[in-house]
Nanobody
């Protein structure tokens, strides 16, 4: 059974950094792609970053140069390093994994950036 568990969220001030973690358990050998999404209160869930199984990355324009998605294979963990955080980055952050033909979501972690 696949499980994704996020951690690392919190309350920070503008300009500070956070590193989100997503621990993946289960069928980790068949991961096709990994994602970070975010959902501000009252808004839709948007794609923030993607990491393919070939190592290609994609970033939302507003986070390019500030966020970095990477995976520590030995730990089966996906990370999102977030630097120079802004109030508009405030949201619940979710990781998602595509394993085979199935999508799996984590439970989310709150990130709040105060001005």
């Amino acid at each position: 059974q696949v499980q994704l568990v996020e951690s690392g969220g919190g309350l920070v001030q503008t300009g500070e950094s956070l590193k989100l973690s997503c621990e993946i358990s289960g069928d980790v050998l068949n991961i096709r792609a990994l994602f970070w999404f975010r959902q501000p209160a009252g808004s839709q869930r948007d794609l923030v970053a993607r990491l393919s199984d070939t190592g290609d990355t994609y970033y939302l324009n507003s986070v390019k140069g500030r966020f970095s998605i990477y995976r520590a294979n030995a730990e089966n963990t996906l990370y999102l390093q977030m630097n120079n955080l802004k109030p508009e980055d405030t949201a619940v952050y979710y990781c998602r994994a595509v394993i085979g033909d199935t999508y799996y979501w984590g439970q989310g972690t709150q990130v709040t950036v105060s001005s």
